[in-house]
């Protein structure tokens, strides 16, 4: 009797479901080539919209800014950014911010600083390089919010 009830159980305990394969692990965005190649991308456009800038090119500077919008929010929408996307992303909106500010648009400029502000206070580690970036953003604000006073 007892090698029956054992032999039944075996039996019942075979015809039970599969077990569940394991959750699929994320892939990290981050290690992909096309972010690498999206960050330096970015960073260029970046460096050559200050360079417009400077050059007095406000309306090619602005174009290549309004597109490094679109990659930056591509490559910030991963869920760990690396830390030199991060700094494109908030250099896309620095270069923005300045040109609104030069046209008078406080309220606009201030609303990407504070997306800057809000960028660093969270970012993990801090450095002095990111305390320097969340410091120049919250002077922009205050610049802002001067001007906005008068």
């Given at each position: ?46 460096r050559r919209a200050q360079e417009l800038l400077q050059e007095k090119k406000p309306d090619e500077a602005a174009a290549l800014i309004v597109k ?83």
């Amino acid at each position: 009797m007892r090698h029956s009830l054992l032999l039944v159980t075996v039996f019942l305990a075979a015809c039970g479901p599969v077990p569940p394969s394991p959750a699929p692990t994320p892939r990290d965005a981050t290690a992909e080539q096309w972010y690498g190649q999206t960050v330096a991308e970015l960073a260029d456009m970046n460096r050559r919209a200050q360079e417009l800038l400077q050059e007095k090119k406000p309306d090619e500077a602005a174009a290549l800014i309004v597109k490094g919008e679109s990659l930056s929010k591509r490559l910030i929408s991963v869920p760990h950014p690396t830390l030199a996307a991060t700094d494109a992303a908030s250099d896309v909106d620095e270069l923005y911010g300045k040109m609104l500010f030069s046209h008078r648009n406080y309220g606009w400029a201030r609303l990407l600083f504070q997306k800057d502000v809000a960028r660093w206070k969270n970012w993990r580690p801090q450095s002095p390089e990111t305390a320097a970036r969340l410091k120049r953003a919250e002077d922009a604000i205050a610049e802002c919010d001067h001007r906005m006073g008068q």
